[in-house]
Nanobody
Framework: QVQLVESGGGLVQAGGSLRLSCAASGRILIINTMAWYRQTPGKQRELVAAVRSTSYTSYADSVKGRFTVSRDNAKNTVYLQMNNLKPEDTAVYYC??????????????WGQGTQVTVST
């Protein structure tokens, strides 16, 4: 089974930075889009940033200019560099990837989530 393993979450003061990492493992043939979502209690999960297989990126308006998403295809890893963090960024961040596995099985996978807390 394909798994996504996240790291890099934690507690940071407003204005600080964090870098999230998400590594995909398993019998992976193709990784299409890799993305980061976030969710706060009582709210729906929202797309934060995404990077396609072509390396084109997209961002939620709330994080443009502050967050940068990138991927390392050799490592099957996606990163989210978060700068100038704000308390509003506090959420559980989830890694997401559209993956075709060896054998031709396609699916959307989710990481376990990592907590990002931005204090005042």
């Amino acid at each position: 089974q394909v798994q996504l393993v996240e790291s890099g979450g934690g507690l940071v003061q407003a204005g600080g930075s964090l870098r999230l990492s998400c590594a995909a493992s398993g019998r992976i043939l193709i990784i299409n889009t890799m993305a980061w979502y976030r969710q706060t209690p009582g709210k729906q999960r929202e797309l934060v940033a995404a990077v396609r297989s072509t390396s084109y990126t997209s961002y939620a308006d709330s994080v443009k200019g502050r967050f940068t998403v990138s991927r390392d295809n050799a490592k099957n890893t996606v990163y989210l560099q978060m700068n100038n963090l704000k308390p509003e960024d506090t959420a559980v961040y989830y890694c997401n990837a559209d993956i075709t596995s060896a054998g031709g099985l396609y699916n959307e996978y989710w990481g376990q989530g990592t907590q990002v807390t931005v204090s005042t």
